[in-house]
C-alpha cells in the first residue's frame, strides 16, 4: 500500500536523507579509525600528485610552448585562453577515455574477475543506452566542456590568481597543501552537490537519467543532464582548486587525480 511505499522511501532510493532499517545498521568504526584512514589516504594521494607533477612538468611546458608559438614557426598559434581551453580540454577527454577504457580493458581481460559485480539481467545495460551515452560523452567532450572553459572557466582562473601557463611550479610542500585542500574541497562539494540531486524534486527532474544504469558501469559517471554537470561534474573539480592561485599543471594534475578518486 501507500504506507510501504512511502516506508521504502524514506529508508532509501532518491531520498536526501536514506536510512536503514532499525536492526540492520553496520557497526560504524570509531572515529579515530575514520580521521586516521583518511588523513593517510590524503596524504597518499598528495604525494603521488607531487610527484606526477613535478614529473611531468617539462612535457607540459613544451606542450605548452608549442600551442602558444606562432604557427610560421611550427607552433599552434594560441593565445593563452586558447592554450588553457586545449589544455583543460585534452585534460579532461584523456582523463574520461584513460580511466573508462582502462576499466573495460580490465574487464575484458578478467584482470579484476573477482571483485566484478554479479548483475542480473535487468542490471546489463542495453547496447542503446551505452550508444546514447558515448554520443551525449562525445557531445561534451567536443563541444560542452570547450565552451564552457573558453567562455567561463579561464576568466575564472584568472579572477582567482592563476599565473601564466608557463610558470614555475610552486614548492613540493605548497604543491602537497594545494593538492589536499583541493581534494577535500571536491570531495566534499561532490558529496553534498550529490545528495542535493537526491531530492525528491531534482532527482526526478535534473538526476533521474544517471540512474537509467541500474548496475554502473565507468562510462555512466558522466552520463547527466546539462544542470547536473554544470552543477558538480565541472564545478566540483574546479572549485577545489580555483582559490589556490596554483598553475596551470597543478590544475590539470589535480583535475585528474579527482576525477580518478571519484
Given at each position: 500500500g501507500l504506507g510501504d511505499v512511502y516506508k521504502r522511501q524514506r529508508l532509501g532510493g532518491a531520498t536526501f536523507t536514506p536510512r536503514m532499517p532499525e536492526g540492520q545498521r553496520p557497526a560504524y568504526p570509531s572515529l579515530f579509525s575514520v580521521v586516521r584512514k583518511t588523513v593517510a589516504e590524503f596524504v597518499r594521494a598528495g604525494v603521488i600528485c607531487v610527484l606526477l607533477t613535478q614529473l611531468a612538468y617539462p612535457l607540459y611546458l613544451d606542450f605548452v610552448h608549442y600551442t602558444m608559438t606562432n604557427s610560421s614557426d611550427g607552433g599552434l598559434g594560441l593565445d593563452e585562453r586558447g592554450a588553457?581551453?586545449?589544455?583543460?580540454?585534452?585534460?579532461?577527454?584523456?582523463?574520461?577515455?584513460?580511466?573508462?577504457?582502462?576499466?573495460?580493458?580490465?574487464?575484458?581481460?578478467?584482470?579484476?574477475?573477482?571483485?566484478?559485480?554479479?548483475?542480473?539481467?535487468?542490471?546489463?545495460?542495453?547496447?542503446?543506452?551505452?550508444?546514447?551515452?558515448?554520443?551525449?560523452?562525445?557531445?561534451?567532450?567536443?563541444?560542452?566542456?570547450?565552451?564552457?572553459?573558453?567562455?567561463?572557466?579561464?576568466?575564472?582562473?584568472?579572477?582567482?590568481?592563476?599565473?601564466?601557463?608557463?610558470?614555475?611550479l610552486p614548492s613540493p610542500l605548497e604543491l602537497l597543501k594545494c593538492f589536499t585542500i583541493a581534494r577535500l574541497f571536491n570531495d566534499w562539494g561532490f558529496y553534498w552537490a550529490h545528495r542535493i540531486v537526491h531530492t525528491p524534486l531534482l532527482y526526478k527532474t535534473i538526476h533521474k537519467q544517471h540512474h537509467s544504469y541500474t548496475g554502473s558501469i565507468a562510462i555512466s559517471a558522466e552520463f547527466a543532464a546539462f544542470p547536473e554537470v554544470c552543477m558538480y561534474v565541472l564545478r566540483a573539480r574546479a572549485d577545489g582548486y580555483l582559490p589556490y592561485d596554483c598553475a596551470c599543471a597543478c590544475a590539470c594534475a589535480c583535475a585528474c587525480a579527482c576525477a580518478c578518486a571519484c
Open positions: 588553457f581551453t586545449l589544455i583543460a580540454c585534452l585534460t579532461h577527454t584523456l582523463t574520461y577515455a584513460l580511466v573508462c577504457g582502462g576499466m573495460e580493458l580490465m574487464k575484458a581481460l578478467g584482470v579484476w574477475d573477482k571483485y566484478v559485480f554479479r548483475r542480473l539481467p535487468y542490471q546489463v545495460p542495453k547496447a542503446s543506452l551505452i550508444t546514447r551515452t558515448l554520443v551525449l560523452a562525445t557531445v561534451g567532450q567536443l563541444a560542452i566542456t570547450p565552451l564552457l572553459v573558453w567562455y567561463n572557466g579561464y576568466d575564472l582562473f584568472k579572477r582567482f590568481g592563476m599565473p601564466a601557463l608557463d610558470a614555475p
